[in-house]
């Protein structure tokens, strides 16, 4: 057969020829790297010894080891892949030039799910291979010792299955434009999947040069890679693409796409930093015109990011493509960045204005990789957070580069800042930096620590040096350690390095090394006020049984901000070591507000009398406080009042200004809180008055925003969609009419759709309110012919509202089967089941019943499947629930990735049932004294 012959024929030549030599500086680097690597693992030892082992919740009992051996260091990959669209496998061969730097018998690096058929090195005996499945370790034995200072060249022939999978090299399809089913192959290796495509050292540190060449079918499909292509030999069925080679990278971020996509394409500016290059978008043929936003934006916030880094983007292209399969949101694989469809294509027709936003900050955070991520990387997974942490925090800056006029500044507090501080204010929570080894531990730590409190905390550390140095010390960063690997404390460095004043990298450690966060407790002294601080965690009982674990005894040193009555502002440290600050002021400034734009990663009480006239401020004069610092006002209020630590009527009573508020960001906060109290009441004696308080809450705000969206008024048409659907969750009567209303009219004609904006709106609250089943079916099939991503999202939101669970039932089991629900969209799809009350138990049943088919349809080693168990979990308040979730996890006691979700959701049940038995008697004491919400204020 051809191929047969063909690869024969590769082997020979690639056989002879020799890798070019300019391997000597690699290497020389390379061993130094490998001698650093040594040092980190030393220091993490050392740290744990120092700090107690408890620290470390996922440690486990046994004593394997999982990182790669240091002796060896690979310098260059020759890969040669070819996926086989049509069989759904693949086939290919590489080389590895590696450089020795101990001397050893034995080569060792990752396979994993591949089969080998061929293991050589060029001049040397192999005398065995093995592949070892816990470790996903390919271990080769050599018949001599390899000597220090040799470079080898290890070959190897391998095949592997594209099919049913989301990670590696997979296959994925879709529907073309006359129906027929088209397939594509691509590739997703983060964080340690690259083995599952190519024998390799998979580890971060471990950086080389690729010289790529994929195989396609000839005609309508092409390739590409991280690289240019540089060459196309034509083989009759079959044409082989070949792509220079690549700088210095890491394996995780190699990726390559047999597609037969149209793109279009644009020129970044360099404007002086740098060469202009180019930018190519990728999409399905018929959906090509839906990257005209990406494309345009693309180039504008990287044509920011350049000027930002002040380092010159390092290829000569940067393309991305929308991938109907995708496990994650997007990936930032250099030069090539691969997205979900729903995170890069937009269309008005479809899109609503949060999608806008979402594909825009998805874009923002990929391209902040290509420098920090990509050129400078993490050591080893430990530090993952700064890679995500900083391209969170980054995101929002680059997207308000572009669209000054949506308050992504703002936004950064109410998406990423706000429910971090929920998530670390339980126990089951961890350190930014956490020691991780397995593949579980590593693909379970790219959670909401290291994404939204590594932004947050980076986001402090710009306010408290100021964003010239943070930028400043970001480019002397990227400098210095480019194509190279770093640990947080590198970061840490250069930033000092530009602050005098202060120890930047002792004041970070409080943050990065222990978890948690601090509630500062402000009182008013004669003298001004007086600060103390103390751990916060959101339930009470906590407080007791917290082990007492940390280096620094969970507190902080504290950047406060603050800003006074009098006008004034001000900052200061608050050392961990101290006992208590102070801020003086003479006596007639009567109230102070601490962390100005929540830009500090903490939470502020104050005595009762300051948060009085904090309200009356609020309520007299709401322009005081600026959006962030009412979202602020809001968020502290509630949720100090949530753990217990501060009268629930504080905050019902600052709710009475939000009959002025009309910006989005505080009324975000507002009506999330709003509704997640309704939740929370539902089955309490207060339920149908806190229900008549918060709609009329909720009331005039909502007439104001009205059913028409704006055509161009981003912050409104966020408000409106913000608020039209905490009014129907709140049951406000004309709202739920005008989401019936449309939702007919749209069953009647399904051509002409709800403005994309309302869609979610009225398909989820049609829904909800009709009890016709036919509807329901009419529905669910208009889902089932959806080609639009986007749209078919919305419309699956709208199917889980039903209120009758044996529809519910139907709709989780057809969501199943992968030809109706994707498998990136499945766990999304039983989430929104879940979050109905009526779903809810439905999916806990489910789940339960079908965890083995589950755990062997995704693997333990599936991150969503793994989050997944908190998520159905989040309403439950009793505790028959809580054994119940004890009993499953008894009898499963394999959760893989999903250990730290198992936790969280344990905790969270408890503190449910404690906040019920807490809360429920102060707030319905307090409704029934109301007649009106807004005649209560002052009544402190
Ligand atoms: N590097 C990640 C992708 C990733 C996530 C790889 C988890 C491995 C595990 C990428 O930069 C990312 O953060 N993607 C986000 C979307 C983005 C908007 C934050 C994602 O996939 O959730
Ligand atoms: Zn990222």
């Known amino acids: ?426 126990l089951s929570s961890h350190p930014i930096v956490q020691k991780v080894e397995t593949p579980d531990e590593i693909t379970a730590i790219f959670d909401t620590i290291s994404y939204e409190k590594g932004g947050s905390v980076i986001r402090m550390l710009e306010t408290l040096v100021g964003a010239d140095k943070f930028e400043e010390a970001v480019t002397n960063y990227l400098v210095k350690y480019q194509f190279n690997n770093t640990e947080t404390d590198d970061f840490l460095t250069e930033v000092d390095a530009l602050v005098d004043d202060l120890d930047v990298k002792k004041l970070m450690l409080t943050w990065t090394e222990q978890m948690g966060y601090p509630v500062l407790n402000v009182s008013k002294v004669a003298a001004g006020f007086q600060i103390t601080q103390q751990r916060f965690l959101s339930n009470p009982v906590s407080y007791e049984e917290a082990p007492e674990d940390s280096a620094y005894g969970y507190k902080w040193s504290v950047p406060i901000t603050y800003t006074a009555e009098d006008g004034s502002e001000g900052s200061l440290i608050y050392d961990y070591n101290e006992d208590t600050v102070g801020i003086a002021f003479n006596a007639d400034v009567q109230w102070v507000k601490l962390n100005v734009h929540q830009t500090g990663y903490y939470r502020v009480n104050y005595e009762e009398s300051l948060w009085t006239l904090l309200i009356q401020e609020l309520t007299s004069n709401p322009d005081r406080f600026d959006i962030a610092d009412r979202a602020h006002l809001l968020n502290d209020a509630f949720a100090l009042a949530d753990a217990s630590q501060l009268s629930y009527k504080v905050p019902l009573e600052m709710t009475a200004y939000l009959g002025q508020e009309r910006d989005f960001v505080p009324w975000y906060v507002a009506a999330d809180k709003l509704v997640s109290l309704h939740r929370s009441l539902m089955f309490s004696e207060g339920y149908v008055s806190y229900l008549s308080y918060a709609r009329t809450l909720i009331t005039g705000v909502y007439e104001e925003v009205g059913w028409t969206v704006d055509a161009n008024n981003h912050l409104k048409n966020r408000l409106r969609v913000s608020i039209l659907s905490a009014a129907c969750a709140l049951g406000v009567p004309d709202c739920l009419e005008q989401a019936a209303q449309r939702f007919n009219a749209f069953l009647q004609n399904p051509t002409s759709r709800p403005a994309p904006d309302l869609r979610e709106i009225v398909y989820y609250y049609g829904t909800k309110q009709s009890t016709s089943q036919s509807n329901w079916e009419q529905l669910f099939q208009l889902f089932v012919d959806e080609d639009d991503a986007s749209e078919k999202l919305k419309l699956m939101y709208g199917l889980s509202g039903v209120q009758n669970s044996q529809l519910l039932f139907k709709f989780l089991a057809l969501a199943g089967n992968e030809s109706i629900v994707r498998s990136q969209d499945y766990f999304t799809c039983v989430q929104y089941i879940a979050a109905n009350p009526v779903g809810e138990p439905v999916v806990w049943e489910f789940y339960r019943e079908q965890w083995p088919q589950l755990s062997a349809r995704f693997s333990l080693n599936d991150r969503n499947l793994g989050r997944l168990i908190a998520q159905i979990t989040a309403n439950f308040r009793s505790s028959i629930k809580l054994e119940e979730v004890q009993q499953f996890f008894e009898k499963y006691p394999e959760s893989g990735a999903g250990a730290n979700s198992r936790l969280v959701a344990v905790e969270t049940i408890k503190y449910n049932i404690e906040w019920l038995a807490r809360n429920r008697a102060d707030i319905s004491d307090w409704l029934s004294g109301t007649a009106s919400p807004l005649t209560k204020k002052n009544q402190l």
């Open 1 to 426: 057969m051809f191929l047969t012959g063909y690869w024969l024929q590769v082997v020979l030549s690639w056989a002879v020829v020799a890798f070019a030599t300019a391997t000597v500086v690699v290497a020389v680097q390379k061993a130094q790297l490998a001698k650093d690597l040594r040092d980190v693992q030393d220091k993490i030892d050392i740290f744990e010894e120092w700090n107690g082992e408890s620290r470390y919740r996922t440690k486990r009992e046994d004593t394997i080891d999982y990182r790669l051996p240091t002796a060896l260091v690979p310098t260059h990959y020759e890969l040669y892949w070819h996926p086989d669209l049509e069989t759904g496998s693949f086939t290919g061969q590489l080389r590895i030039r590696i450089q020795v730097v101990e001397e050893t018998n034995q080569i060792i690096l990752h396979s994993y799910l591949l089969n080998l058929t061929s293991v050589y090195v060029l001049n040397r005996e192999v005398e065995t291979f093995e592949l070892e499945e816990e470790r996903q370790f390919l271990i080769i034995t050599m018949t001599e010792v390899l000597p220090v200072d040799a470079t080898i060249t290890l070959g190897i022939i391998f095949n592997g299955q594209m099919k049913d999978k989301l990670v590696g090299l997979y296959s994925s399809t879709y529907q073309n434009e006359a129906g027929a089913t088209r397939t594509i192959s691509t590739t997703k290796f983060e964080p340690t999947y690259a083995r599952q495509a190519f024998p390799c050292f998979d580890e971060p540190a471990l950086k080389a040069t690729f010289a790529i060449t994929v195989v396609h079918p000839s005609g309508a499909y092409h390739a590409v890679s991280n690289m240019q292509q540089t060459e196309s030999n034509y083989l009759g069925d079959y044409t082989e693409a070949i792509f220079e080679t690549s700088v210095s990278m890491s394996t995780y971020l190699v990726c390559i796409i047999v597609s037969d996509f149209a793109s279009k394409s644009t020129t970044v500016k360099a404007n002086g930093i740098g060469e202009d290059f180019s930018m190519q978008a990728y999409a399905t043929s018929h959906q090509v015109d839906k990257i005209d936003f990406a494309l345009e934006f693309g180039a504008a916030v990287t044509e920011y990011y350049i000027q930002y880094y002040k380092v010159p983007y390092p290829l000569t292209k940067l393309d991305m493509a929308a991938i109907p399969d995708f496990a994650s949101g997007a990936m930032e694989h250099w030069g090539l960045v691969t997205y979900r469809e729903t995170a890069l294509l937009y269309d008005d027709s479809y899109s609503s204005t949060a999608n806008k936003q979402s594909i825009a900050g998805t874009l923002a955070h990929e391209i902040v990789h290509q420098w920090f991520g990509n050129l400078v990387t993490m050591k080893w997974w430990n530090d993952i957070w700064l890679n995500e942490g900083f391209a969170r925090f980054m995101q929002y800056k680059g997207v308000n580069a572009v669209h000054s006029d949506w308050g992504m500044i703002e936004q950064f507090q109410i998406v990423a800042l706000q429910p971090v501080l929920v998530y670390d204010a339980k």
